[in-house]
């Protein structure tokens, strides 16, 4: 790999196995954009991506990724869906010849491919200049253009710390990562003028330690919009999954001034899959992560608002105005609300468990986690689809997985496709009416006990990594004594909410509830919050853009 010397630059990378090929994009790009960017060229797939993650480490900004499609042991296509998930707003280009445009065309689906270049793409004048120039007028009018990397220095084994990554990574906000006794890490604790007992301590790109923060702090020092910019809206949505994210794209997109407000990170359980493989368009799948920074993307490009960090903790009606209330104690007010919060992972109750969640055990995948599960046995409980689809991520690096599954088979609750790969992987395991009893360790998890539920007979496994995916529980407390719920917490709505005919009770108005309205006139339900919903990615998309139409329905009646 060779590369121009300026780091300071936004880098334009190119690969192609053919050096001569490799060379002769790099002399074209460096005649025309040398002088205002970095050309980077690489000859490999697995050589490009090492230097994406180089560049991701030291903050650095890439602007277009160019990928010859025919290469070996990794092609074009297969690259950039990589790439995608280290550089997202990269814009991409595959090179192809003739023969491979029906490749191309595909990939517009598979990676959300910008642009193919058929070869040879002389003159360059003609050919490739126009579409580089328009690529980075693209890229420069998106918000993409990251801040430097935070740096994170923390213990090995700390919830806290483990989290602050997790939220980190699930934002796209690039770091580096220091165990508090590594040399660096002393030395930006010194720095910081702490001794290590306050752990962890974050250091933003401007210099601003950061110790023991709460994501709020550090989604504020990072560049993330925390604060909304007006306080009245046409629409909320709360919650930014799947179902959020679809209802705040097509609400900006008709033209109703939007804000999304999200608690944590975009995506939701969704966006922290490894692997959606039956989302309508994907036929190659798509990683949550993906999914969920187009989404995000077309949301911003059609002018909504996304705060991150934000706690919703109540929601009043005065008149038409639904007023939306912050723990921090300060509002923001709109005609329509639409309910997203989506749902958590239930916890496990068993000794033990609570004192090693984020040391060792984890609810959720935890992707950031994965790389240091390389070599080591897995214990993974649950047996729906996310536990699947986590099993054939970690399944690429771990020594062993094993599915713990309380019930008798995964076909109650996985799909067919997943249980067919997880049944060809030879390093994954299935155990079947098996529970976990309790887990020990000291400062991380060493050991499980497991128990069979119909013999009752315990096993004592040694474990380092436990990924619990069970149940959901609905993020809906907040809303008792305001929005109708089933005993479970999920929220009813539409004619599940009138059953023999008649309306909720208070309601006021000479019309039933709109299909996902609840039982506050101009509050809506999507995605998996809501009562009976299917809980797939592709139905909460639905279900957001269908509350959409139905807010515009309430509008134009109100």
Not at 166 to 195: C, H, I, K, M, T
Request: proline share 5%; with cysteine; glycine share 10%.
């Amino acid at each position: 790999m060779t590369q121009a010397a300026s780091p300071a630059r936004t880098v334009i990378l190119t690969v192609d196995d053919d050096p001569g090929v490799s060379r002769a994009v790099a002399r074209d790009l460096r005649r025309r954009y040398g002088e205002a960017h970095r050309i980077v060229r690489a000859e490999s797939g697995e050589t490009a991506l090492d230097a994406l993650r180089e560049l991701k480490l030291r903050g650095d900004q890439v602007a277009v990724i160019l990928a010859d499609y025919r290469m070996p042991q990794m092609n074009g296509i297969e690259f950039l869906e990589q790439a995608l998930d280290v550089y997202p707003g990269a814009r991409r280009v595959l090179l192809t010849a003739y023969a491979d445009t029906n490749a191309a065309i595909d990939a517009i689906n598979v990676i959300d491919l910008d642009h193919y270049l058929l070869k040879p793409w002389d003159p360059p004048e003609e050919k490739l200049y126009p579409v580089v120039d328009d690529l980075l007028d693209a890229w420069r009018a998106s918000d993409y253009r990251t801040v430097g990397a935070c740096k994170v220095v923390g213990h090995r084994w700390s919830a806290r710390s483990s989290g602050v990554r997790e939220f980190l990574a699930r934002n796209q906000v690039p770091y580096r990562w220091y165990s508090s006794d590594s040399p660096e890490g002393q030395r930006l604790l010194s720095a910081a003028g702490q001794d290590g007992q306050r752990l962890p301590l974050v250091v933003t790109p401007d210099g601003t330690p950061l110790v023991e923060p709460a994501d709020p702090d550090i989604a504020a020092h990072v560049g993330l919009a925390t604060t909304p910019t007006s306080e009245f809206y046409d629409l909320v949505v709360i919650g930014g999954g799947p179902a959020g994210l679809g209802a705040a794209v097509y609400g900006a997109s008709e033209g109703l001034r939007t804000v999304l407000v999200e608690r944590s990170a975009t995506g939701g359980q969704a966006g922290q899959s490894s692997r959606i493989e039956n989302y309508l368009g994907f036929p190659d799948g798509v990683s949550g992560g993906q999914l969920t920074e187009r989404a995000r993307r077309q949301a911003a490009k059609f002018g909504a608002e996304i705060l991150t960090a934000r706690e919703v903790t109540g929601l009043e009606v005065t008149g038409a105005s639904r007023t939306i209330r912050f723990s921090d104690g300060s509002a923001i007010s709109a005609h329509a609300v639409i309910l997203a919060t989506g749902v958590s992972y239930r916890q496990l109750n068993a000794p033990g468990l609570a004192e090693l969640t984020g040391c060792g055990v984890f609810y959720g995948s935890a992707l950031t986690e994965a790389a240091a599960c390389q070599g080591h046995d897995v214990y993974i409980v649950g047996g729906a689809n996310s536990a699947g689809q986590a099993a054939m991520y970690l399944a690429r690096g771990a020594k062993s997985v094993t599915i713990l599954v309380r019930g008798s088979s995964l076909s109650a609750s996985m799909s067919h496709y997943l249980i067919e790969q997880i049944g060809e992987a030879p390093n994954i395991s299935v155990r079947t009416g098996t529970v976990v009893e309790s887990a020990h360790g000291s400062d991380h998890l060493e050991q499980l006990t497991l128990r069979d539920v119909e013999s009752g007979h315990t096993e004592l496994v040694d474990a380092q990594w436990m990924f619990v995916f069970i149940g959901a529980a609905p993020l809906t407390d907040w809303l008792e004594g305001t929005v109708l719920r089933d005993d479970r917490g999920f929220i009813v709505a539409g004619p599940d909410m009138t059953p023999d005919g008649q309306p909720p009770r208070g309601w006021e108005l000479d019309r039933p509830p709109y299909h996902l309205e609840t039982n506050v006139p101009g509050v809506f339900v999507a995605g998996d919050a809501r009562a009976e919903s299917a809980k797939r990615v592709a139905s909460a998309v639905g279900e957001g853009a269908m509350a959409v139409m139905l807010v515009h329905r309430y509008l134009e009646q109100s």
